[in-house]
């Protein structure tokens, strides 16, 4: 038991560590939970035979030390879109070229106010 | 009784939604998430907005979505993708349409010109390395790109349909017809960064989903002239997708 947790414990301070580096770090909070219970476990299953290992409080050195990070992203962090001169280009490039291939296109006042379809089948 | 009947019959082939609800000059800015148990991931930024185009023929409606990633997302996987179609402003035909993908190193370009006199569809794909093909399709009366029938969910009265009843759409995707479903799901009053707003509830699907009670693909229009999308909840493999309105801009009423 003691072990196990021991190793779970470890395994999510690790996953922790990870979410909170990549952009999905909102979703270190899962692991970081993991990694508080399962290191308690372990904690108190190493205290009641006497001996408990250095890696337990590394791993909530780590946990902690992550979810700092995370918060500190989750908090300064602005979300915004950043490089869209390609899009915008390409938005210009596309209206132009619509514009050409519409002209060409049958497109007399009847077929605009004759063949308006509207797909109503219930 | 005859008569009314054959008038009423002719009325419902003939009565054909007009657009009342969707203004030249929209801007509609929206966030895409990931939830996973709550725990919400801004992804993208959705942009729905119109313009007028001018041709020496007509002025014709411009029906334009952007998806781009927030700059964090960028160095991992990069998206700027463009959909546009170019509809007749009265009811959204759909004459021309664009789609052009970019997801980190996929790249694909379609173009969609629709010919309503032979129901059919030139299409051209371009894909990287510019591999171009082309290909005609056949299509029903009532087949439009995906971005006219964004719109033209806008232009059904909700006001007067029953809940639970349920509207066909088919549209036209990857050169493919497929068939979609909305089924009207009653109103919902929801708070949003626009504020607090009476919407209608849509779902959507397939009949077949539907009809097992699987509405995971949510729709929420809000419930005045505008019928402006301000909510979206869409189930994907692990967790949820969502969209939710940022800023409004140009709204006809």
Request: with cysteine.
């Amino acid at each position: 038991m003691k072990t196990v947790c021991t190793g779970l414990a470890i395994v999510c301070s690790v996953l922790t560590a990870i979410f909170a580096v990549l952009p999905l770090s909102n979703l270190a909070v899962i692991p970081a939970l993991a990694a508080l219970v399962f290191g308690l476990i372990a904690f108190y299953w190493s205290r009641k035979t006497g001996e408990v290992k250095k890696i337990i409080p590394f791993t909530f050195l780590l946990t902690g030390v992550a979810l700092c990070f995370t918060i500190y992203k989750a908090v300064f962090t602005s979300t915004e879109v950043a490089e869209t001169t390609a899009l915008e280009a390409k938005e210009s490039q596309l209206e132009e070229e619509a514009i050409e291939a519409l002209e060409d296109i049958d497109l007399d006042l009847e077929d605009l106010e004759g063949l308006e379809d509207i797909d109503i089948e219930e | 009784m005859r008569i009314t009947l054959i008038l009423l019959t002719l009325f419902s082939v003939t009565a054909r939604p007009q657009n009342s609800a969707i203004g030249t000059h929209e801007k509609l800015i929206y966030t895409a998430s990931y939830n996973m148990s709550g725990l919400l991931t801004d992804i993208a930024q959705v942009t729905m907005e119109t313009s007028p185009v001018k041709t020496s023929k007509a002025t014709l409606l411009r029906l334009k979505c952007t998806a781009a990633t927030y700059s964090k997302w960028d160095n991992f996987f990069k998206i700027r993708d463009l959909y546009e179609s170019y509809v007749n402003p009265n009811t959204l035909t759909p004459y021309l349409y664009n789609r052009d993908i970019n997801e980190g190193s996929y790249y694909k370009a379609m173009k969609y010109t629709f010919s309503h006199k032979t129901n059919t569809v030139k299409s051209v794909q371009t894909k990287k390395n510019n591999n171009v093909e082309n290909k005609t399709v056949s299509i029903g009366n009532y087949t439009k790109d995906i971005v006219s029938t964004l719109y033209h969910i806008r232009l059904f009265d909700f006001e007067h349909m029953e809940i639970g009843r349920s509207k066909s759409l088919t549209i036209l995707f990857d050169r493919k017809e497929t068939k979609a479903q909305i089924t009207y799901l009653g109103k919902e009053t929801i708070s949003t960064a626009i504020g607090k707003k009476e919407c209608y509830k849509l779902a959507i699907g397939s009949s077949a989903e539907i009809l097992e009670g699987n509405n995971s693909n949510l729709l929420w229009l809000t419930a005045d002239n505008n019928k402006i999308i301000v909510y979206g909840k869409f189930k994907i493999p692990v967790g949820n997708g969502e969209l939710k309105i940022k800023s409004v801009t140009g709204l006809k009423h």
